[in-house]
């Protein structure tokens, strides 16, 4: 476990120098840069231009999107790990001298898409009106049609489904002194009937008013010609436009070689609207340019004499105050630790008064992960995913950190697995008594079966809770003895230690039989434990009885909490059960037809079921368990992650002539 060492540095260089600078440090990529405040130096205000290249970076996001959608350009489950593509920083230039090309290409395809949204706005517009127009299909004139020479026509609708009679009846009823109008179904429904009404035309507002009465509505849509000859033109023109849609899905199709172009414009604008943002944050005079930030302290001596011979410049670097909480930290571990500092990060990254707590909790992590899993075929599964992602994609950074955690939570999954005899749960078992006639098959728990031993399971999960427990304390004896606080160190952490094995001693003899000569140590312990803690844990008090009522409190703080804790790896052991379980009766479940052929279908959907559910629950377990139980003895956080000045690379990696470690 690891915090880099940073210093916080200054360059000044001459103010023609600072778009040429600013590239390279951009290049190396390996320098934090932090806003520079001070009276007597002006700010170059960058907002509009950053702007601008986001908005390009979204437009590209959304140009590669449509190509994907449609030129067919998938990518698996395993590649989503990857990183895209390498590239030297001269083929970055390269591609960075096209970019307005790019942006060209990636403009068209956005506005081809447009068009081709616009086309389909139309073809379902015009499917609507000949499903509208359908009822009155067989209308044999325009349903614009509102007079003769001496007649009134009203097309439209009643409610329900009614006939001539009926709506002669509701006419009369409305007005008894109208003269009976000539009435045409045109069609019916349960809900509507579209008819057409005809009348002498001095009886036309007569007739509108008793027509109002019967719940008559006139169509909102009218067709200047007949119904049938409007339906046969809009599907002529729905034939068009699907003919021009067509041509513009084509000519889409026509970029799918410039899809990676534009996934590094992306990657381009990104970078330069992160470069913008970054002379936001520094600041010159009439004619000098001041940048300053935090670097490893390892890479400052090659830095600076790579920057100094560069540009006509001057870099000085000095320790920073760790007590700013604004001085970030730079975590660095190997394979093991580094799987499980997303885990940290997301609940905090470490701040500078804490040690970095990967490494430490990485063991934990792995194997409560695999203790919860615990079958040896998902966990090879595990392995394999891990292996095929990082020999054959050839995965970086975050993405290479996910699949060490991936290939070690795999390892623990083996062990466990193979320690409780599940292979695809009883797979082995299964297959030798129901296909090769065995009566029994073997016994393949290296140490103990859960089911018929879950007590003992228990006691062990418990245990493995009060190790970690006990690491949490060790490490914050460790940080308060730093500090020079060594009554604190001994207070805060020996008597709760002391208290938990006498307590962890007597629940034990509950469960199991102990030898008398440990189950007599349980009591004398917790005695001890608690004495300790009533006498330390109210010490900041200046009174006597506010000195044995903190330390009461105490008491009752470390008896309700910690045995909470502890009582909370009781999720170790019941994962660990629902995994076999589960696992158990998807085999009994595909093994009862006695047909292979039915077996493997089975399965396979089973164990791919059981595998994604229990999966997650792990994860969020074991992450519940550090975060909670373990985090709580001993970890700040708050602290503020070091971010790199670099090129984006969501798509690309950049390789530079130089790594600076």
């Given at each position: 476990?690891?915090?880099?060492?940073?210093?916080?540095?200054?360059?000044?260089?001459?103010?023609?120098?600072?778009?040429?600078?600013?590239?390279?440090?951009?290049?190396?990529?390996?320098?934090?840069?932090?806003?520079?405040?001070?009276?007597?130096?002006?700010?170059?205000?960058?907002?509009d231009v950053c702007s601008q290249f986001k908005d390009k970076s979204e437009r590209a996001l959304?140009?590669?999107?449509?190509?994907?959608?449609?030129?067919?350009?998938?990518?698996?489950?395993?590649?989503?790990?990857?990183?895209?593509?390498?590239?030297?920083?001269?083929?970055?230039?390269?591609?960075?001298d096209k970019a307005d090309d790019i942006e060209a290409v990636s403009n068209s395809v956005l506005n081809l898409n447009g068009e081709i949204e616009e086309l389909r706005l139309a073809v379902n517009e015009n499917s609507r009106l000949i499903e509208y127009y359908g009822p009155w299909r067989t209308l044999d004139i325009p349903m614009a049609s509102k007079r003769t020479l001496y007649g009134s026509i009203f097309i439209g609708m009643f409610n329900g489904d009614v006939d001539e009679q009926d709506i002669i009846s509701m006419?009369?009823?409305?007005d008894p002194e109208l003269v009976e109008p000539a009435v045409e179904i045109i069609s019916n429904a349960k809900l509507y009937t579209c008819a057409v009404i005809m009348t002498h035309k001095e009886n036309s507002d007569r007739m509108k008013a008793a027509l109002d009465s019967a719940g008559f509505t006139m169509p909102e849509k009218v067709a200047a010609s007949t119904p049938a000859k409007e339906i046969e033109k809009l599907k002529n023109q729905i034939s068009e436009l699907e003919e021009k849609i067509k041509e513009k899905t084509g000519r889409i199709k026509e970029y799918a070689d410039r899809y990676d172009d534009i996934r590094f414009f992306y990657d381009y604008a990104v970078s330069q609207a992160e470069k913008y943002a970054?002379?936001?944050?520094?600041?010159?005079?009439?004619?000098?340019?001041?940048?300053?930030?935090?670097?490893?302290?390892?890479?400052?001596?090659?830095?600076?004499?790579?920057?100094?011979?560069?540009?006509?410049?001057?870099?000085?670097?000095?320790?920073?105050?760790?007590?700013?909480?604004?001085?970030?930290?730079?975590?660095?571990?190997?394979?093991?630790?580094?799987?499980?500092?997303s885990?940290?990060?997301?609940?905090?990254?470490?701040?500078?008064?804490?040690?970095?707590?990967?490494?430490?909790?990485?063991?934990?992590?792995?194997?409560?992960?695999?203790?919860?899993?615990?079958?040896?075929?998902?966990?090879?599964?595990?392995?394999?995913?891990?292996?095929?992602?990082?020999?054959?994609?050839?995965?970086?950074?975050?993405?290479?950190?996910?699949?060490?955690?991936?290939?070690?939570?795999?390892?623990?999954?083996?062990?466990?697995?193979?320690?409780?005899?599940?292979?695809?749960?009883?797979?082995?078992?299964i297959i030798c008594t129901e296909f090769l006639g065995y009566e029994q098959g073997p016994e393949l728990a290296l140490w103990l079966e859960p089911v018929s031993n879950s007590m003992t399971l228990l006691l062990f999960s418990l245990g493995m809770g009060i190790l970690q427990l006990f690491a949490g304390l060790i490490i914050r004896f460790y940080m308060l003895i730093k500090e020079r606080r060594y009554v604190d160190a001994f207070s805060e952490t020996i008597p709760v230690m002391v208290f938990i094995v006498g307590f962890a001693i007597i629940g034990a003899g509950i469960i199991v039989s102990l030898p008398d000569n440990i189950s007599k140590l349980g009591l004398p312990?917790?005695?001890?434990?608690?004495?300790?803690?009533?006498?330390?844990?109210?010490?900041?008090?200046?009174?006597?009885?506010?000195?044995?009522g903190g330390g009461l409190y105490a008491l009752y703080n470390t008896a309700t909490?910690?045995?909470?804790?502890?009582?909370?790896?009781?999720?170790?052991?019941?994962?660990?059960?629902?995994?076999?379980?589960?696992?158990?009766?998807?085999?009994?479940?595909?093994?009862?037809?006695?047909?292979?052929?039915?077996?493997?279908?089975?399965?396979?959907?089973?164990?791919?079921?059981?595998i994604a559910i229990n999966l997650i629950g792990t994860y969020v377990h074991t992450n519940r368990l550090q975060y909670v139980e373990f985090f709580s003895k001993f970890y700040e956080g708050s602290g503020k992650e070091f971010r790199p000045f670099r090129l984006s690379s969501k798509y690309h990696i950049i390789k530079e002539d130089k790594k600076y470690e």
């Open positions: 476990m690891a915090k880099v060492k940073l210093l916080r540095f200054e360059i000044i260089s001459l103010l023609s120098e600072s778009k040429r600078l600013m590239d390279y440090l951009q290049k190396i990529g390996f320098m934090q840069i932090d806003n520079v405040d001070e009276d007597g130096l002006k700010k170059t205000e960058t907002a959304a140009a590669a999107a449509i190509l994907e959608k449609y030129c067919n350009i998938k990518r698996s489950f395993v590649e989503s790990f990857s990183d895209y593509r390498s590239l030297d920083y001269s083929e970055y230039r390269v591609l960075a006419i009369s009823e409305a970054a002379f936001e944050n520094s600041a010159q005079t009439e004619s000098t340019f001041v940048v300053r930030g935090y670097l490893p302290e390892s890479a400052y001596d090659e830095i600076k004499f790579d920057i100094e011979n560069k540009f006509i410049c001057q870099i000085e670097a000095q320790e920073p105050d760790y007590d700013d909480p604004d001085v970030p930290v730079l975590i660095k571990n190997g394979s093991f630790g580094s799987g499980v500092e885990i940290t990060n997301m609940y905090s990254p470490p701040s500078n008064k804490d040690i970095d707590p990967n490494t430490i909790m990485a063991f934990f992590y792995y194997v409560f992960f695999g203790f919860m899993l615990s079958d040896a075929g998902y966990g090879i599964l595990m392995i394999l995913f891990s292996v095929i992602a990082r020999k054959k994609f050839k995965v970086s950074g975050n993405s290479r950190k996910f699949t060490n955690m991936v290939f070690y939570s795999g390892i623990s999954t083996v062990f466990w697995g193979a320690m409780f005899g599940g292979w695809f749960g009883d797979l082995i078992p312990l917790i005695g001890a434990g608690a004495l300790l803690i009533v006498l330390t844990g109210g010490r900041s008090s200046k009174s006597i009885i506010g000195k044995f909490g910690y045995i909470g804790d502890i009582l909370s790896y009781s999720r170790l052991l019941a994962l660990s059960l629902v995994t076999g379980v589960v696992a158990g009766a998807v085999n009994m479940l595909a093994a009862m037809p006695g047909n292979i052929i039915i077996f493997v279908p089975i399965f396979i959907f089973g164990h791919v079921l059981n």
